[in-house]
């Protein structure tokens, strides 16, 4: 069943065709990864799930639910988390900190009843320690719980921000690009967590990623993209043997 549908997606800057006239869809509890070269129009699709950009035409249903017309602001509450390409953590607070901090979309009690700290906060306030400590333990950072951001390394805080996405509960999670930055052993853990966050979390996952291998080991399809349209979607054998994604690549 499809947990995702883009219908005739289409977005310009100026005389650029970021994405143009894209249709796909993603089922629940797949992991779908898009791959294409550098302007392929990757960020620029994961912008317009996340509802940072409107559309020029074409819908996206998310759950049943056309999304198309809700403000980003409304995205995680429906159940859509994301990463960016260039983390965007609190550099001077805790790992801890940070993953608490993203919650607050999912606060169901109001500022005078958390002025009066009524058993329904505190209820609540245990219950996001207790989310916050799963993904911890699922993504293992128990090690930097109480370490400032801006000192960890950069494979570290990469995690740290998918832990965040995590906090969020999304059924759907969008990756952009993972493991850039990362060496290959860290990589190859990531490869473990996305497959502990499907499989143990059952969250859907699209991810923008380069790393073939990477996609190769983790994803169900792979879409290729190249100057914002679509060149294929297929397995990630057929995907990789496939004359217009090669030629794509080529001319890069
Ligand atoms: N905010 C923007 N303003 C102008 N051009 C943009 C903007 N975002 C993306 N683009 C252009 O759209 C095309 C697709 O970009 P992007 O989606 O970032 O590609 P990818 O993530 O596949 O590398 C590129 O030509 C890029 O320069
Ligand atoms: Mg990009």
Known sequence: MSLLAANNLSLSFGG??????????????????????????????????????????????????????????RIAELGIARTFQNTELFEQETVLRNLLIGQHVHRRTNLLQEFLFLPSVRQQELRFRKDVEDVIDLLDLQHYRHQVIANLPYGVRKMVEVARALCLK?????????????????????????????????????????????????????????DGKLIAVGSPVEIQQHPEVLKAYLGE
Do not use: C, W
């Not at 999304?170 to 967590?193: K, V």
């Open 16 to 73: 650029v065709h970021a994405v143009e006239d894209v249709s796909f869809s993603v089922n629940k509890g797949e992991v779908f990864s898009i791959i294409g070269p550098n302007g392929a129009g990757k960020t620029t699709l994961f912008n317009l799930i996340s509802r940072i950009y409107d559309a020029s035409t074409g819908s996206i249903r998310f759950n049943e639910q056309d999304i198309s017309q809700v403000p980003t602001h």
């Open 170 to 226: 999304p059924r759907l999670l969008l990756l952009d690009e993972p493991s850039s930055g990362l060496n290959p052993e860290e990589t190859e853990d990531l490869s473990f967590q996305i497959e502990d966050i499907n499989e143990e979390l059952g969250t859907t996952i699209i991810m923008v990623e380069h790393d073939m291998n990477l996609v190769s080991r983790t994803s169900t399809r792979v879409m290729a993209l190249a």
